[in-house]
């Protein structure tokens, strides 16, 4: 049989690294308009509830900012959009920006500030999962495994992220079809006794003499179409951008399903000659 080839590089970064995130302040202006079975204090709720949204907004584009991981290639991890939140743990009203509308005395606007820490599915969420590699830095050819485990019975998908974005699907495949994980229960890939290899290699027709890729782990509470996206199976062949899913695909449909309802982890390696 064939050894499984997969792209690799890694520097164990991943989401370990959101855990150390600050809160951050933020202004943010709200308004809301007054109708006719509302009274003066519903408005100001309302118009105070508005600047609370954009408010967590505008502060989770600041995190996203901050953390987009960037492979070799500068390709964003578009994958931390579906995946960071805000909560607001504190507001504080700008008192001289804050009132009823001098032309329009049925509009209210109220400007605060609020501090916003980042929320992260790994740590609000009702899955936990736990996810490291055999081995961080890899020579060309060398083997690795893959070692998960998550708190929660759940589907477990596991890619890899070559560094042009290209996403090939290693778990489930034709081999190895049945992915529902236990809780509390540590799994690895390939599995003990397995056929399958996991082989550190470079792209086709890659020059340099070492890059970064990504093993990425996807646990939902139910079964998720979110593998019939052009993902191609990881198995016995490498593959580009041309010929697979992006990684823009797989965020699309994260960001259909509840932030509740799944989680993601994962780690880099680097692989050199």
């Known amino acids: 049989m064939k050894k499984l080839a997969i792209i ?24 809301a308009l007054m109708s006719e079975i509302e009274t003066p204090k519903e408005v100001m709720a309302r118009a105070k509830k508005d600047a609370q949204n954009k408010a967590v907004e505008k502060a989770v584009g600041v995190f996203i900012r901050s953390h987009t991981l960037v492979s070799n290639s500068q390709l964003a991890e578009d994958l931390v959009y579906a995946s960071v939140r805000g909560k607001i743990k ?8 804050t009132g009823w509308d001098t032309k329009d005395r049925n509009l209210y606007r109220i400007s605060i500030m609020a501090l916003v820490e980042p929320v992260y599915p790994e740590k609000g969420g009702t899955i936990n999962m736990k996810l490291s590699l055999s081995k961080s830095d890899l020579n060309e050819g060398e083997a690795v495994k893959i070692f998960y485990q998550a708190d929660t019975e759940c589907f477990v998908y596991i890619f890899s992220v070559a560094a ?6 290693l778990f489930p495949n034709s081999q190895n079809r049945e992915h529902l994980a236990k809780p509390g229960t540590g799994y690895e890939f390939p599995p003990a006794g397995s056929q399958i290899k996991l082989k550190a290699m470079f792209l086709p027709d890659f020059k340099g003499d070492s890059t970064s890729e990504r093993i990425k782990v996807i646990a939902t ?10 993902f191609q199976e990881g198995l016995f062949k490498v ?23 799944w989680t993601e982890a994962t780690v880099e390696y680097q692989i050199k000659r």
Do not use: C, H
Not at 239 to 261: E, F
């Open 239 to 261: 593959y580009d951008s041309k010929s697979t899913g992006m990684i823009s695909d797989l965020v699309k449909r994260l960001n259909q399903l509840d932030p509740a309802d």
């Open 221 to 230: 509470k139910k079964k998720e179409e979110i593998v019939p996206l052009g």
């Open 164 to 169: 042009d974005g290209s996403v090939t699907l």
């Open 90 to 97: 504190k507001t504080e009203t700008i008192k001289e920006k």
């Open 8 to 31: 690799v590089s890694f520097l164990l970064f991943a989401y370990t690294a959101f855990a150390s995130e600050k809160p951050l302040w933020v202004e943010a202006e709200g308004e």
